[in-house]
């Protein structure tokens, strides 16, 4: 039985963190002894906010090797640069007749976007969920793990195809959003307030690329407070932001540990030393990024393996790319 596809893009615009960790790569990991899976660095997409490419190959090579470390096999996965892929571009174009200019301006992150940046709003940036509905359908996938704020972008790719497919024939399966339901997890930033970002918030946020010591100085500056003012209390939080990073890399029993000297807490009896949990918290997590960093760097490193890696995934990624601009083409009436 075919597997079904599975896609999923990230931006070369910024350092992995815990959280993409944790929220995404975990769980591509699992994915791909599961799904015909198809991962990319969407370099392209850079470039609607980031104009500047002077080190942009950098960034796609410590994506790819980001991704690797953490446990993504070449071999299984197609994972791939964007840019390499020129399949993409041309069903980008033929779906830009089916995308409206009032619809694209109502999109929220294009909205936000030209709030962020009113001197560049560029035609890309407005045709950005076109581009992306183009890589999802490039290689007909029907599963694409999304996160809330990219829901509707999916939901447009999923109005493009249903859009093409009334004008020339049924030819694109219509994506829908994936995920290992309860198996998610929400990272906040080490301040309680927002999310990780790859690149924003930096000295509250922990790379997959940090040495120990930045590592250390971190967690330690995360925010805490005076401790429970009685037995049980509900955590703040940033409090409970603290125990979710414990549970993700600490052993149980230090994990509840620490739960006991919060609950058995209280005004005047404050059992909680949240100095001693951020120490051994640090230490645990050192222990958890080093071998990925390690690995991360040996790969960046390794320019033929890396070279490899890339043409590897170009040519799967082509392959499938190939197949469905075939019949796109054919149903849209343009194989002369």
Not at 274 to 287: F, P, S, T
Request: hydrophobic letters at 40%.
């Amino acid at each position: 039985m075919e597997k079904e596809v599975v896609l999923s893009g990230i931006r070369p615009t910024g350092f992995l963190h815990l959280g993409n960790y944790f929220g995404a790569m975990r769980n591509y990991v699992r994915m791909q002894d599961e799904f015909n899976c198809y991962f990319f660095v969407a370099n392209w997409h850079s470039l609607t906010t980031h104009p500047d490419t002077k080190e942009l190959k950098n960034s796609v090579h410590r994506v790819i090797a980001e991704n690797v470390a953490c446990g993504l096999d070449p071999d299984k996965v197609a994972l791939y640069v964007q840019s390499d892929v020129p399949e993409i571009a041309e069903l980008y174009l033929y779906l830009n007749m089916m995308a409206y200019k009032g619809e694209l301006e109502k999109t929220v992150t294009f909205k936000e976007k030209v709030r962020l940046q009113p001197d560049n709003v560029n035609a890309g940036l407005l045709t950005y969920p076109v581009l992306q509905a183009a890589d999802i359908l490039i290689h007909r996938a029907v599963k694409v793990p999304v996160g809330k704020d990219q829901e509707q972008h999916l939901e447009m790719a999923r109005n493009y195809a249903e859009r093409f497919n009334h004008r020339y024939g049924d030819v694109l399966p219509l994506p829908y959003a994936f995920n290992y339901g309860g198996e998610l997890v929400k990272i906040l930033s080490l301040d309680g307030v927002g999310k990780m970002s790859k690149s924003e918030n930096q000295m509250n946020t922990l790379y997959l690329a940090d040495e120990d010591e930045s590592i250390r100085k971190k967690i330690m500056k995360a925010k805490t407070d005076q401790g429970p003012s009685e037995p049980h209390s509900v955590k703040p939080d940033y409090i409970e932001n603290l125990f979710t990073l414990m549970k993700l890399v600490s052993t149980p029993d230090t994990v509840q540990k620490f739960e006991d000297d919060f609950n058995n807490s209280s005004t005047g009896n404050c059992i909680i030393r949240y100095g001693d949990m951020k120490k051994q918290l640090a230490e645990d997590m050192i222990r958890f990024i080093q071998p990925i960093r390690a690995k991360a760097a040996d790969i960046q490193h390794n320019h033929e393996l890396l070279q490899k890696i890339i043409r590897q995934g170009a040519d799967k990624a082509r392959a499938s790319a190939s197949e469905t601009l075939k019949l796109v083409r054919a149903a849209v009436g343009m194989d002369y």
